[in-house]
Each structure stands twice: as structure tokens, then as C-alpha cells.
């Protein structure tokens, strides 16, 4: 099967700590996304990569940071400097950047109490 | 429509049906629109998408509407079932941007 892999599904973390949320693609997608989403509201852009090696901030990078060493893989790291990290962190891929149609993984809920 | 606050705006229907879904978009030089379909707890879901240069398009049991004129986008789902009881989600991309702006949602909720 094809598809978008986030794990785990539920994370809790004391706050303080920093933690990482896997994305695994195996659609063989060039670009990446890291979403977050509150209550009652719309996805916002965390970072994207359009490439290997290659990543730009979002809307709001502020307390997060990724990587992208493998094409398959975009883990995005919540930081200690994040002030309010308890939200449902949503991954997504597309073919390539200029490709519109983003496919998304199952999301994460991460709770920092 | 779009939220305010933490309330989603929600839209209630008789099984069988057909619904409407409303969505004002931003960027008058956006020219790329698509619909995802969430269920709780999971990531969205692509439903349709549309480009400026049409005005309607339709796929299985779902019809998507662009006026240009007052940049409006609407979702029509036929024969509503219980199964497409999720929040749908508008999303837009910017001039000049690849990235997509994404609308607040609207909670459809079917009622058998």
C-alpha cells in the first residue's frame, strides 16, 4: 500500500521537553509539509521541503525544526521553545511543489502538559 | 461560511439530501482550489479540485462551483449519506505561492 505514515498517533510529553514526529512517504513524492491545527480551525504551515536537503519555513516555524535526509522522511521536531505545542500536527506530500494536490497522513495528536 | 473563534460552522442534513458547502477565499489571484473531507481524529481526505479557468466540475456524487466574480467556491454533495458526516475544508493556493491556504471548515453532520 501507498501512502503517508505518521507515528505514533498520540504522544504526551512534559513541557520543557523537545520531541519528534515521524512522516514516512513511500509515494515516491519530491515535496513535503508539516501542518498544525487547532480546534475549530484551518492548517496551518509549519515547514516544507521540496527537495532533499532542502527546507523553507512556513507560516509559523517558530519553536519547530525538520529535516530531510531521505526523500521517504520529514520528521519535524516540537521544540522547548514552542509556547503552546498541544496540537494535532498533520503530514503531507506531493509529487512536487508546483504540484497543488497534497496527500496527508494520519496525524499525530501531541498533548505537553 | 467560515468559524469564528473555535466554533466551526455546521451544516445539518436529511440523509438522501443533497448538501451545500460555502467557502469565501482570500486571494483574488489564487487560481488553484480544492476541497479535502476530514474525519475525526484523521487527516484529511482530497475530494475535488478545480481551476480558475472553469467554472464547474464534478466528479462521483460531487459537484464543485467557482465564481471569480465574488470569490466563491461550493461544494455540492449529492444524495448526502451517513458516511460523508466529516469537516470539509476549502483551500486555495496564493499569487505567486505553491503553497496552499487552507479555509477554517465547515462540519457537515447527516442525520439518518
Known amino acids: 500500500d501507498g501512502g503517508i505514515t505518521q507515528s505514533p498517533k498520540y504522544l504526551f510529553r512534559k513541557e520543557g521537553q523537545n520531541v519528534t514526529l515521524s512522516c514516512e512517504q513511500n509515494l515516491n513524492h519530491d515535496a513535503m509539509y508539516w501542518y498544525r491545527q487547532d480546534p475549530g480551525q484551518g492548517l496551518r504551515l509549519i515547514y516544507y521541503s521540496q527537495i532533499v536537503n532542502d527546507f523553507q519555513k512556513g507560516d509559523i516555524a517558530e519553536g519547530y525544526s525538520v529535516s530531510r535526509e531521505k526523500k521517504e522522511s520529514f520528521p519535524l521536531t516540537v521544540t522547548s521553545a514552542q509556547k503552546n505545542p498541544t496540537a494535532f500536527y498533520l503530514c503531507a506530500s506531493s509529487i512536487e511543489q508546483t504540484n497543488y494536490e497534497q496527500y496527508f497522513g494520519p496525524g499525530t495528536r501531541l498533548t505537553v502538559t | 461560511g467560515e468559524s469564528v473563534g473555535l466554533h466551526l460552522p455546521t451544516l445539518s442534513v436529511q440523509e438522501g439530501d443533497n448538501s451545500i458547502i460555502n467557502c469565501a477565499y482570500s486571494?483574488?489571484?489564487?487560481?488553484?482550489f480544492i476541497w479535502y473531507k476530514q474525519e475525526s481524529g484523521k487527516g484529511p481526505q482530497f475530494i475535488i479540485d478545480?481551476?480558475?479557468?472553469?467554472d464547474k466540475r464534478q466528479g462521483q456524487r460531487v459537484t464543485v462551483l467557482l465564481n471569480k466574480t465574488v470569490k466563491h467556491l461550493s461544494l455540492q454533495i449529492a444524495a448526502t449519506q451517513p458516511g460523508d458526516s466529516a469537516v470539509y475544508f476549502c483551500a486555495e493556493n496564493g499569487a505567486g505561492s505553491y503553497q496552499l491556504t487552507f479555509g477554517k471548515g465547515t462540519k457537515l453532520s447527516v442525520i439518518p
Open positions: 486571494n483574488s489571484a489564487s487560481d488553484y
Open positions: 478545480i481551476r480558475s479557468n472553469m
